[in-house]
Structures are given as structure tokens and as C-alpha cells.
């Protein structure tokens, strides 16, 4: 009831210094904080590392480019350089590993900028000025930081605006006018723009908030003071959310999950992305909205070829948002691949969600009868053809997994890399480490996504390493076979989704008591700490 009334206050004094003032008042722009969802990636905290090393190798903080954009449009071009990669991470001083802010050296700001205006979990990328435990503290580092990068954002002829953030606690707009007041050491020389400055500060906070309240822990208050170099674009995620689309199935990816698989795929113009699961199209849409072409398959021919009418489909959804239609859409089994014999390094990337028992199951051409050789193979009659559905079979996840991996290391390209998700069971807080692998791909990042205490899915993201060959083949049957017996068992005839919806405990599913373990530790996002 306290906080409702001081939010409550809070609205009518911005209400009243607008109205007398409109919007040119200082903390014009701040809004009471919304308690709900304060941070709705949080769910995906295993995934920001892997992304922003992903869009550094796409605009070419490895190789020297800076992604000044003078080609490509920024983004560099993958020579097949298989070189492990990654930049230079730091966390602050007290802080846990999942802490809302991490350090990190990048080699310009035009690479930063890059980053952070296409990155869906970056909220922003800012050049730290200075940091500390107090306010003491963070006077003497901004003080110590080199004037010769300080001078050129504090002329007379430049606007700039300071916006104070926290995290896990609410600053008022008396508090937070008041922090800004207290940077009169800083001498900058320009008028205030609230609106649209030249130069952008940022006062950020984190402090110990005590109680459990499903934020990752803080052990000690932190103040960091920097500039903004670059954001995210918040419009992307509303404007393609799945509310708001026209063509739905069961299992379509979310926005932004899709949009991240596409960043770790390093899709851009030019290059050829391939969804052999593609269903509605969701995973090619991020594709196509960072301009790549796109191509998909399902084996399904009423989802690729029909939909729901002809202004409900798979190509509905690519003109509802102005996106450049798919080269092809193929019905096709991603068991008996339709690419002739030969035909090798096609696509740049393979992006899919393979199908594995949970919400839906896999299919594979051919029918029971078919495949245990009580029937013949027959062929379709042509007065037939137009309306015939192919008969399907269970398609086992081990057997995807195979057949995705022979796919992707006889299309891709070399330095192409496939993503895509795979089911693992969680215990006692932990998941299998074991996951499949091919000779031809090196894995670079494994990113847990939590869906239940006793259920998660893993983003797999490879890059093709070895050039495709027989004898490859052959060892990757090898590895299969073996993965399978040691590995899978649990995968097979449906036990994972037994798994995931039967009771941990028939004894205690039976009593309903759900709280005996709620509050035995402090706990967020699914792990205990």
C-alpha cells in the first residue's frame, strides 16, 4: 500500500512540473518503475556472452575491421576461419556471474555500436568512466580517467542529458535529481537536452536488496558512471511478437529466441540460411529481417504449401512485416534429404528447433507398414498427387540429431555454423554435459534455456570446422551409434516427455504439499544460489 501511494505521488509531480513546465525540465523522461518483469531476459542470462562474441566476429572486432561499415555495410565477411575467438570479459568487483553488467574490451566504439544497436539482450554498451563502492569513490575515478577522453564530450558546442539507472531497487525522482546535482566536479561546458542530446551519461547503481526477490544476488553496493556508446533497439521485439502474427502453429519460436538464434548464426545480407523444420516460418523471419536469404523445409506439406488459406501461411507472415519472400519452401524429409548426390557447401547457416516429443513429436517419410516391408513402395497416381498427404513414421530424436548433423556438414559452408536446440533433463540443479557432435563442427557455445525445475532445452551453436568426406561420414555414424547407447536412452519412444510431465515423485505428487522446498533457500530464475 506504501509503495502504490509513493508511485502514486511520484505520477502526480511529474504531472505538475509538466504541465508548468512541459518537457524541458529536468527527469522529464523518468517513469515510476514498473514492478512487473523488471528484466525479462532473465531467463536467458547463459546466453548474452555467446551473443555478443557472435555479433563481434559478424562485424569484425577480430580482424581489424572496426565495423566502420565502409563494407558490407559493416559487417565482415567469413573466410572459413575456424580460430577460436573471444574477447576480453571482467566482472565487478562483489559481483555474481549473472550480474547485469559485465566488462568488456572491444576494439572501437564503431564495433560497440554495432553490437549493441543489433544485440536483443544488451541493454547497452557505455564507455566507464569511473566506478565505486561510494560516491567518494566514483568521484576520485571519474577525476582519475584521461582527461583527452573526457574534454571531446564536454565542449560548449555539444547538448548531453544524465539518466540515473539501478538495479533491483527503486531511485525516486528526488533521489535520482539529487545524484545529478552532485556531479558539479564534472565540467561540462553544453546546455541540457533531454530530448536529443549529442552525448548520453548514465548513473547506474546495484546495491544489496536483501530478501529474496528472484534477482541474482548482490554482496556489495556498486555506482558505475560512463557514457553511452550504443542500445538495443526496443521496437523489435513488439513489432514482431507472436501475438500479433498472422500464421501460428504449436511450436512456433518465440521472437526472441529467434532473433538470438539468428545473431549466433551471424545471418546478414548475402548469406543463405536453411530451416529444415520451419514450420510457420518464425526462425527464417529474424533471418530475413537481418537481410539474409532464406530457404526451409518441412515435411508437412499442408503447413509449407497450404496453411490455413491464402492469406494465412508460412508466406503471410514474411509480407506482414515487409520481408523479402523465402527462395523456396520445400516439402521435404529431413531423414531423406531431396539435394542430389554431389551437391555440397550451399547455405552459410542451418537454424531450426528439431522436433523432440515434448509439445510435438518427430515425423519421418515412409509409414509403419512401409518401413517394417509389409507393403511396397508404390507411386502417387497424377489425379492423385495434388491432394495426396504422404504417409510418416516416428522419427526418433537421436535419428534427427544424426541426420541434422550429416545435413549441416555436407551443406554448410566451411565456417558455417548450425544452430539449434536439444532437450536435456535437469537433477538436483545440474543437466547432461553430454551432447551430440560431428568431426566436421567444433562447438562454441552451449546456452542453457530453463523451462522447468525438471526440464531445459540447450542452444547448440557449431561452427563447420573439416571439409565433408566419406570417411567423415562414417566416423560420424560411429559417434552416433555410440552416443545413442550411452547417452539417448531416455530420448527414445517418447520417455522425455514422459519425463518432463510425470511427477518427480509419485509419493509427494500424491500428498499436495508444494511448498516444502519454496522458501528452504533463496532462488531465482529456476537456481538456487
Known sequence: MGRRKAISTEKKTLRDLQHEAGDEFLGCDYRPPDRKNWNPELGLLDYRKPEVESLAELFGAFNGSDGDGDKNNGYSENKGNSEAKSLQWRLPHHHHPDSPFHFVNLPSEDSARNIANRSILVKGIYELWGEGSTFEELEESIKAYPDERKLPYLTSESTFKITVDSFGKVISFEEQNDRIQCFSYIPFKGRVNLRNPDHKFWLMETD????????????????????????ADRKLLPTYQLKSRTYLGPTAMDAEMAFLMANQALTAPGKLVYDPFVGTGSILIAAAHF????????????????????????????????LPMPIG???????????????????????????YGVRA???????????????????VPDDKRTDHIPSTAPYSLAECV???????????????????FYPVLR????????????????????????????YSRVLLTMVKIEPYTKEIAE?????????????????EDGN????????????????GDTKFTKDSKPKYRGKYV
Open 291 to 322: 537481410g539474409a536469404m532464406t530457404m526451409g523445409a518441412d515435411i508437412d506439406i499442408r503447413v509449407v504449401r497450404d496453411g490455413r488459406g491464402p492469406n494465412c501461411n508460412v508466406w503471410s507472415n514474411f509480407r506482414q512485416y515487409g
Open 402 to 420: 544424426h541426420d541434422l548433423l550429416d545435413l549441416a556438414a555436407r551443406m554448410l559452408v566451411m565456417g558455417g555454423r548450425l544452430v539449434f
Open 208 to 231: 544489496d536488496y536483501g530478501s529474496n526477490n528472484g534477482l541474482p544476488p548482490v554482496v556489495q553496493k556498486r555506482i558505475f558512471f560512463g557514457r553511452e556508446v550504443g542500445t
Open 427 to 454: 537433477e538436483e540443479d545440474t543437466i547432461d554435459t553430454n551432447i551430440p557432435n560431428h568431426p566436421c563442427f567444433k562447438l562454441i557455445a552451449a546456452c542453457e534455456q530453463i523451462l522447468s525445475l525438471r
Open 496 to 511: 522425455l516427455r514422459s519425463a518432463v510431465f510425470s511427477p518427480a515423485d509419485p509419493q509427494l505428487a500424491g500428498a
Open 329 to 355: 519452401l520445400l516439402r521435404a524429409d529431413n531423414n531423406l534429404p531431396p539435394w542430389r548426390p554431389g551437391l555440397k557447401e550451399v547455405f552459410d547457416a542451418i537454424i531450426c528447433d528439431p522436433p
Open 361 to 379: 513429436g518427430g515425423r519421418k517419410s515412409g509409414g509403419r507398414k512401409l518401413l517394417k516391408g509389409i507393403v511396397d513402395p508404390y507411386i
Open 475 to 491: 566416423m560420424a555414424r560411429i559417434k552416433h551409434r555410440e552416443f545413442k547407447e550411452n547417452h539417448l536412452k531416455w530420448l
